[in-house]
């Protein structure tokens, strides 16, 4: 568990160029899962939940003080691609994120419901519970 309550928690999405599917949306969960479980250990950033769709990825984060966003977003771009050899950075992810830092009033939970609800939206599956490649790397306490 990250328990931090002071430190800004994040809601990020990353989209592929031109909205270009995954070439294999189970190595990208994977290389998400290394790249998450890494930096708890390494570098006291926590990866919260997460749900990877076909063309982007939504997921929160939360780091210590030294925490850049930009810097570490562009780490985990990086090796999500390096699950995918032969792809070009230039012309796989679109240039930075879409970010929101949730206010103290904002509810994890609420934002969470909303994202774990995407693959229903889409019409990828019928029950959010259902999608394969979502889930919580460490858990975020939002106290």
Excluded at 60 to 75: A, E, I, T
Excluded at 121 to 138: C, M, N, S, T, Y
């Amino acid at each position: 568990m990250f328990s931090n309550p002071t430190a800004p928690l994040f809601f990020l999405t990353a989209c592929t160029l031109h909205r270009r599917r995954f070439p294999f949306l189970k190595a990208a969960h994977r290389a998400l899962m290394l790249y998450g479980t890494r930096a708890i250990k390494e570098f006291n950033v926590a990866v919260g939940r997460y749900v990877i769709m076909p063309d982007h990825l939504h997921f929160f984060v939360r780091g210590d003080q030294s925490f850049v966003l930009g810097n570490w977003g562009k780490g985990l771009k990086r090796a999500i691609l390096e699950a995918f050899p032969g792809q070009s950075k230039a012309s796989f992810w679109q240039p930075g994120f879409f970010d929101h830092l949730l206010r103290n009033d904002e509810s994890y939970a609420q934002k969470w419901e909303y994202v774990r609800q995407n693959p229903v939206r889409a019409g990828l599956i019928k029950f959010a519970e259902d999608w394969p490649h979502q889930g919580e790397i460490v858990y975020i306490d939002r106290a």
